[in-house]
């Protein structure tokens, strides 16, 4: 999904990120809409008491995906993967304070390096973009914030919904259909209609191709991450997703040609690492605890 968005953002580029966000989640806003008319899932019906709860939560979801978006303009995918890391200390520090969490040494020190990563990653960046790393800088903090917010949301909109259950096709429904009026929003916010009038790229039929296909990826990721969760546990998932960076990392230097040095090239390595050093460390905590 990292990949396609890069390759729509840089290699066609393309200026605005937003409108291929809301353009992806209409495509998943489609298909789980046909899933359920077939009978193939069950989703709970929308009322306002619901949208009401779930609103708040979607408008930091939304923040999430364009910010992500207009960082992948100027960063290149491997930076994007460390960088991300900072929102796991956000996150540390967010239940510290919020639910009174305690984490051991060991994660500690895994977050410590992830700080060490990044900054040194950005020093050592031969194509730093200042734009680009302060909206990656905002979505870590936007992430944090869903990532901290969500399961007390999911429990209060548990309560409104008429079954009094909430499934993850629901939700995935929920986020993506609320999203919509919230993107139109910002396309005139920041004034995409311009450059999408102008434009000659939405004349092209493999550019529409590769748009769709993203959709269909975005999709993909929410429900083989809800099957990947359901079969094994969020500590798991955290593990699998820090190996799965570092050939993300490679594939994003190696497709687009990104200019590296062997500091960089090393701090990213370093980044990726601590990565999966945090995810251990937190599933031994777990199983201490």
Not at 36 to 42: A, D, E, H, M, R
Not at 43 to 70: C, H, Q, Y
Not at 219 to 232: K, V
Request: glycine content about 6%.
């Amino acid at each position: 999904m990292i990949l396609v968005n890069k390759y729509v953002l840089s290699s066609y580029d393309f200026n605005a990120g937003i409108s291929l966000m809301l353009y992806q989640n209409f495509v998943s806003v489609i298909l789980v809409s046909l899933l359920s008319v077939f009978g193939l899932i069950t989703t709970e019906p929308l009322t306002w008491r619901l949208i009401k709860v779930w609103f708040p939560v979607n408008v930091i979801f939304v923040g999430m995906l364009v910010t992500s978006m207009f960082s992948l303009k100027y960063i290149n995918v491997a930076m994007v993967t460390v960088l991300k890391n900072v929102t796991n200390v956000i996150t540390a520090v967010g239940e510290m304070y919020l639910f009174s969490k305690h984490h051991d040494n060991k994660v500690w020190a895994a977050l410590f390096l992830m700080i060490i990563s990044a900054i040194s990653g950005g020093i050592t960046d031969l194509s730093f973009h200042a734009v680009g790393y302060t909206w990656q800088l905002i979505n870590c903090f936007l992430t944090a914030s869903y990532s901290l917010t969500l399961r007390r949301v999911m429990d209060t909109a548990k309560q409104v919904t008429r079954s009094g259950n909430l499934n993850e096709f629901s939700m995935v429904l929920l986020n993506n259909i609320l999203s919509l009026p919230l993107g139109v929003i910002l396309i005139f916010v920041f004034n995409e209609v311009d450059y999408l009038s102008r434009t000659p790229l939405l004349r092209i039929p493999t550019f529409w191709l590769v748009m769709t296909l993203s959709g269909f990826l975005g999709l993909a990721i929410s429900f083989t991450s809800m099957w990947f969760l359901y079969q094994t546990g969020a500590t798991t998932y955290s593990l699998v997703g820090s190996l799965n960076k570092i050939p993300l990392s490679i594939a994003g230097i190696l497709l687009f040609h990104v200019p590296t040095s062997l500091e960089n090239s090393a701090s990213i390595l370093f980044g990726l690492v601590a990565g999966v050093f945090f995810a251990q460390a937190k599933m031994r905590e777990k199983s201490q605890s």
